[in-house]
């Protein structure tokens, strides 16, 4: 409770002496009963609360089993959280590493369509050029330029190494010019061997073949 002063006020008497005299103890009365004053403690507040009830305050003692119950539910809320945050960043991180996942499939599946159509191309254009040596090869063959028929089939194999025509045509080709000016000889024998290995069972190898052991 505040003190008041009642009295008349008069500058430099008595009166004013008495108001600075209220002014202090109120003061003091506030100090005391500040309850955010970061002095008290614990035991302080614990005493003023055994002077307002008239006596001591009676702290009830918990039990072991008490305490093995409070530890046991703090134990329970513990997990239960664990298990919420796990559901939260469940469903939170596993759709975004499925759309992860269908946006690297997407990707890879565009590479590949990518390739395929670059290889169709490549696969196209070597087709054109395949069929122009081979014919400009045919070519020189009619006119008898043996030389530059060898040329343009060997060109027509490197686009397509694996294909029967071409590696047939030059063969005979090199066996021709083998017979008729000793050239290529060695080329001629081993394409013809490597034939016979391939194609075992065609009469138009076993042909060139008998024609290169006469």
């Not at 970061?38 to 055994?50: G, H, L, N, P, V």
């Not at 686009?159 to 021709?176: C, D, G, H, I």
Request: glycine share 4%; net charge positive; proline share 1%.
């Amino acid at each position: 409770m505040l003190l008041t002063y009642k009295g008349d006020f008069m500058f430099g008497g008595g009166s004013g002496a008495g108001m600075a005299q209220v002014y202090r103890n109120n003061i003091k009365l506030l100090r005391k009963t500040n309850r955010f004053n970061s002095a008290r403690t614990f035991t302080t507040t614990k005493k003023e609360y055994a002077k307002v009830a008239g006596g001591s305050v009676a702290l009830k003692k918990i039990s072991v089993a008490q305490l093995r119950e409070i530890r046991r539910q703090v134990l329970q809320n513990r997990k239960q959280d664990r298990q919420k945050s796990v559901l939260i960043s469940t469903a939170v991180f596993v759709p975004l590493l499925l759309l992860f996942a269908y946006v690297i499939s997407m990707f890879f599946a565009n590479e590949n369509a990518i390739q395929a159509n670059n290889l169709k191309l490549a696969t196209a254009a070597n087709l054109k050029h395949y069929n122009f040596y081979m014919s400009d090869a045919a070519i020189w063959l009619q006119q008898q330029k043996l030389a530059n028929a060898i040329f343009q089939y060997r060109k027509a194999k490197e686009l397509f190494p694996e294909k029967f025509a071409v590696n047939y045509k030059l063969t005979q080709v090199l066996l021709s010019t083998c017979a008729s000016d000793s050239l290529y000889c060695e080329e001629a024998k081993k394409s013809a061997i490597r034939l016979k290995d391939k194609y075992p069972d065609r009469e138009e190898v076993l042909r060139l073949v008998a024609f290169l052991q006469d």
